[in-house]
T-cell receptor
Framework: DVKVTQSSRYLVKRTGEKVFLECVQD?????MFWYRQDPGLGLRLIYF???????EKGDIPEGYSVSREKKERFSLILESASTNQTSMYLC???????????????FGSGTQLSVL | DQQVKQNSPSLSVQEGRISILNCDYT??????FLWYKKYPAEGPTFLIS?????DKNEDGRFTVFLNKSAKHLSLHIVPSQPGDSAVYFC??????????????FGKGTLLTVNP
């Protein structure tokens, strides 16, 4: 089974801190994603990466950056955390081209980040 | 602009009855649709999908129906079980546009199945 592991289940940070959220997948997937889930807003895509060192902005990239130095690892960085970034952060991966199953994302269990 | 809409935030049904979760979309370029299920404190998991060339796909107790002219899809769960209680997300992608790795999600519907 595909396993997507997020390094922390819960994080509490202070406003202005630099925050790193780490994600590792073990199935050699090409694509990796960061989403955030908020009540009443569903899942919103922050950034995705379709290859090592490649990244593209999702729907809400402001205030975030990403890093993908190795295929299995995708990091989300909050340059200067703010209270409106308090959320559940979900990492996901999918196989990559050519594949008929790219939309079948495998998600990690999530990191609940609280920014105080 | 919300391209995938789940207008019912919650749904409650009795065990053994049918659950029907609805989803509407506005982007006519979407050609592949999926449902994900999410339990509390876990990531979403893939449930079932359907291509726009079909109008129905069935997998055990789960059936997804697609009405392209109405830009509407629905997920039927028969019979519903208490373990089906979760948040269900509808999602869509534009495969024909070459971005089949980018999904647009709805806001989710919380299904509660009462014993």
């Amino acid at each position: 089974d595909v396993k997507v592991t997020q390094s922390s289940r819960y994080l509490v940070k202070r406003t202005g801190e630099k925050v790193f959220l780490e994600c590792v997948q073990d199935m050699d997937h090409e694509n990796m994603f960061w989403y955030r889930q908020d009540p009443g807003l569903g899942l919103r895509l922050i950034y995705f990466s379709y290859d090592v060192k490649m990244k593209e902005k999702g729907d809400i990239p402001e205030g975030y950056s990403v890093s993908r130095e190795k295929k299995e690892r995708f990091s989300l960085i909050l340059e200067s955390a703010s209270t409106n970034q308090t959320s559940m952060y979900l990492c996901a991966s999918s196989p990559g081209q050519p594949s008929a199953t790219n939309e079948k994302l495998f998600f990690g269990s999530g990191t609940q980040l609280s920014v105080l | 602009d919300q391209q995938v809409k789940q207008n019912s935030p919650s749904l409650s049904v009795q065990e053994g009855r049918i659950s029907i979760l609805n989803c509407d979309y506005t982007n006519s370029m979407f050609d592949y649709f999926l449902w994900y299920k999410k339990y509390p404190a876990e990531g979403p998991t893939f449930l079932i999908s359907i291509s726009s060339i079909k109008d129905k796909n069935e997998d055990g107790r789960f059936t997804v129906f697609l009405n392209k002219s109405a830009k509407h899809l629905s997920l039927h769960i028969v019979p519903s079980q208490p373990g089906d209680s979760a948040v269900y997300f509808c999602a869509a992608s534009d495969r024909g546009g070459g971005s089949n790795y980018k999904l647009t999600f709805g806001k989710g519907t919380l299904l509660t199945v009462n014993p």
